[in-house]
């Protein structure tokens, strides 16, 4: 927490980043750290899993585009918390993807272990576009 100027013992909701001067919201620190963990554990997850079905076809070309995209998700959850441009919408994008794939399969698959991953990525999108509390 930061201390506001001219005031004694007040904090903002806002954390600043040593290395960069950016200032950022506790919530959104939050939401890209789940959106890294999302795609972290997914990531492994899907080689994992897909490794005990055995590894056809379909099966390296999943893994080949969940790993894309679970790299796509830890440089936006970097950039995000680097406090990069492109970071939130960014974040934003990869927690709504997580959602539509956690509703696919359990709609598909009725595969009820992605309900984890659909509940985080909401959690991450809420934290996220939260607007500043002032």
Do not use: N
């Not at 959106?35 to 492994?44: D, F, K, P, R, S």
């Amino acid at each position: 927490m930061t201390t506001t100027p001219g005031t004694t013992g007040t904090t903002t909701d806002l954390t600043t980043d040593p290395t960069t001067g950016h200032r950022r919201r506790p919530a959104a620190v939050v939401g890209s750290v789940l959106v890294a963990l999302i795609a972290a554990v997914g990531g492994y997850g899907a080689i994992y899993f897909t490794g005990l079905e055995g590894w056809d076809g379909i099966g390296v070309s999943f893994v080949v585009a969940y790993e894309f995209l679970s790299l796509i998700g830890l440089l936006a959850a970097v950039a995000h918390l680097r406090g990069h441009r492109l970071g939130r919408p960014a974040v934003i994008l990869y927690a709504t993807w997580i959602i539509y794939f956690t509703l696919y399969k359990l709609i598909t698959f009725q595969e009820l272990q992605a309900i984890p991953f659909g509940v985080l990525a909401a959690i991450a999108l809420a934290c996220v576009i939260r607007p500043p509390a002032r």
